[in-house]
């Protein structure tokens, strides 16, 4: 787990600002989970096979001897607060987002921690194939506001259940040569969820896999109409993407539209995010019969491809310079007013020398100093200093508020 310090943070607060506005415009709004919520709600959804399930949770008991989980994921969540709270009564349609902290016990790596923050967005209520290609559309001209390279849309289908036992039926099948080049995690999954071998990083893994069917051959009609309407809508909206034969998603809710972002510039952890269909999951945690999908990127990952932009950086517009206690007087409540009337304002109290104190002027990159001292006081003005410039004027001190207020903000 890592903390997020400056000048990393001022990335962090205009991602998040940014794609708060993203979302809003169209058309959702923000939901806020807490961060524990029952076991059974991971565990019974995500899928006992899932290796979130079976090694990165942090689980826990608590003194009324339940099984909380530090939450591993935001889907299972919202859906869990909009079945709890009726939200389809109030709306059969509803577009929700969240951003906040995830949690699963994993080998840390580039743009991976323990503790890691995610976007996110949720669909209910719509099943037309558009929606998918809309939603995909609106995350692209989201990153298109970033201005981030070499993003691929990779496109896939999970099918739905009739197509999947079919399709599991002929993995296991296939599979069975092979099982004893397996590793023991896919040796388990051979048996209980073939598909989870598509995910696999091992090498020997990955090569078995290329040898296997695609799940978009075993689509019925249903399923590959959508899926071919999905493509449709894309082209539509110009937003290009690729058919990847072996995507699968990692949590059991999925079916049919699954597609990952991904790009060049992250080496081997290449995806920006993911997302697909969950028709059934609100059902199954006790809502209506419900369409949905949804969408999760990584906020590290994304602070990786931003990088530190200076132009994200606060800027100070007024340092003031204080070379003795008479200047101090007046500039202590001058620098408080200012402020609070929105002028981001900086005043330094140690009582160093002119020369340090412009030195922490410009090294905190302030746009203007005042320098405002005994003899100013004398005279009835300031010394106002453009710090890019460098030219001087002199300000009246009777309207040096209202002066700078006009000047700077």
């Known amino acids: 787990m890592n903390d997020v310090l400056a000048p990393e943070i001022y990335s962090w607060r205009m991602a998040e600002n940014i794609i708060r506005e993203n979302f809003e415009k169209f058309g959702f709004s923000e939901i806020k989970t807490p961060i524990v919520e029952n076991t059974t709600l991971f ?28 939450r591993p994921e935001g889907t299972a969540p919202v859906v869990r607060a909009l079945v709890e709270h009726n939200l389809l009564n109030t709306d059969p349609v509803q ?35 558009q929606m998918d290609a809309e939603l995909i559309a609106m995350l692209m001209n989201l990153y298109g506001k970033f201005q981030l390279k070499n993003l691929k849309v990779k496109l896939g289908s999970m099918g739905c259940d009739q197509c999947r036992l079919k399709y599991r039926e002929a993995l296991v099948s296939l599979l069975k040569p092979s099982l004893s080049d397996l590793c023991e995690d896919c ?31 075993f689509l019925d009609e249903g399923c590959k109409k959508h899926f071919e309407s999905v493509g449709k809508g894309l082209a539509e909206l110009q937003t290009p993407f690729i058919v990847d034969r072996t995507l699968v998603r990692g949590f059991d809710y999925y079916n049919r539209t ?23 999951l609100v059902k199954e945690l006790g809502g209506p019969d419900c369409p949905a999908i949804g ?3 990584g906020v590290e990952r994304l602070i990786l491809l931003l990088g530190q932009r200076e132009e994200w950086k606060p800027k100070l517009a007024l340092f003031i310079v204080v070379p003795d206690e008479r200047g101090m007087e007046r500039a202590f409540q001058l620098a408080f007013n200012l402020r609070e009337k929105g002028l981001t304002t900086e005043i330094d109290y140690t009582g160093k020398s ?11 990159q302030a746009e203007h100093v005042l320098i405002l001292g ?24 009777e309207n040096i508020e209202s002066e700078l207020l ?4």
């Open 406 to 409: 006009g000047r700077l903000k």
């Open 295 to 297: 969408y999760a990127g």
């Open 374 to 397: 005994g003899s100013e006081i004398d005279q009835n003005t300031a010394i106002l200093r453009n710090m890019s410039t460098k030219e001087q004027q002199n300000l009246k001190l």
């Open 187 to 217: 040796k388990e999954r051979a048996e209980k969820n073939p598909l989870r071998v598509f995910d696999c990083k091992n090498p020997t893994c990955k090569e078995i896999a290329k040898g296997l069917p695609s799940l978009l051959d």
């Open 258 to 280: 699954v597609f990952e972002i991904t790009t060049e510039e992250l080496g081997a952890q290449n995806a920006v995010g993911g997302g697909g269909r969950y028709d059934n």
């Open 95 to 129: 577009r929700l987002y969240y951003w906040g902290p995830m949690f699963r016990y994993e080998r840390p790596q580039k743009g991976r921690y323990r503790q890691f923050f995610q976007y996110g967005v949720e669909v209910f209520g719509v099943a037309a194939p």
């Open 43 to 70: 565990s019974r959804n995500l899928g006992e096979t899932s290796d979130i399930v079976r090694k990165e949770m942090y689980t826990f008991l608590d003194r009324n001897e339940e099984s909380l989980t530090l």
């Open 354 to 364: 002119m020369k340090s104190q412009m030195k922490k002027a410009d090294k905190f």
